[in-house]
């Protein structure tokens, strides 16, 4: 037998694996609203929260969060960036902390372009457990993402063109959430680490008796090959 032929034969079974794994761990933007110019933005001061609410269209771990944050200083503030349930109620606001992404990050560590920058397409990106807690969201449930800073100045989050979903701010004086009214929802974008549907047990059957197949096919071909060398 050709060892080409031989060879690529014994292989194909495996790449199909390797394919079938790949899959798991492709990863889906579930929420986007990043701006890509312009420098329309949210403005706060003091310990002021700001929230965006989001609800994802697909489930699994977030894998990544990219948000339009600046500054218009040199006091450069400092960042929490926090996932929070929603309160269910008509009016939807902020409810329960979930999990820490960014824990008191300066922006400066945070943003990799020019600094110093005032403009609301600036962005800053953290992935899986680089700085804090992985999460994992379902689809058509709604979260908050809650940013605030314990220092700085000029703290600022950049408003994109898409509307519809709510934004609220945590008043420190009042210790209250409420409504934001703005032209448009501040600029984030989610990605998740896609949960791959489960497949039937009838699958695994199915996929493990084709590996079966091939290996023994491999072996007798192997076999063939060695009798008719020797």
Not at 33 to 46: A, F, I
Not at 174 to 199: F, H, K, R
Request: aromatic share 10%; hydrophobic share 40%.
């Amino acid at each position: 037998m050709n060892p080409k032929l031989f060879a690529a034969s014994c292989v194909a079974p495996l790449a199909f694996l390797f394919v079938f794994a790949g899959a798991v761990s492709a990863q889906t933007v579930v929420y986007n609203n990043l701006v890509s110019s312009g420098n329309s933005v949210q403005n706060w001061s003091g310990l002021f929260k700001v929230g965006q609410s989001f609800t994802p269209t697909a489930s699994g771990t977030i894998f990544s969060v990219t948000l339009n944050l600046t500054m218009s200083s040199t006091a450069t503030p400092v960042y929490s960036v926090e996932l929070w349930s929603d309160s269910g109620g008509a009016t939807p606001l902020p409810s329960t902390l979930l999990a820490t992404f960014v824990s008191n990050k300066p922006w400066s560590s945070l943003y990799t372009g020019s600094s110093g920058t005032y403009n609301a397409s600036n962005t800053v990106t953290f992935s899986e457990g680089s700085f804090g807690q992985n999460y994992s969201v379902l689809t058509g449930t709604p979260y908050w993402l809650v940013v605030t800073s314990t220092s700085g100045t000029a703290k600022a989050w950049g408003i994109g063109s898409v509307t519809g979903n709510s934004s609220a701010g945590f008043s420190s004086t009042t210790g209250t959430w409420s409504s934001l009214s703005l032209s448009g929802d501040l600029g984030a974008q989610i990605s998740v680490n896609g949960t791959p549907a489960i497949p039937e047990p009838g699958t695994y059957a199915a996929f493990a008796g084709l590996m079966a197949l091939a290996v023994a096919g491999c072996t007798r071909r192997r076999r063939c090959a060695l009798v008719r060398h020797s």
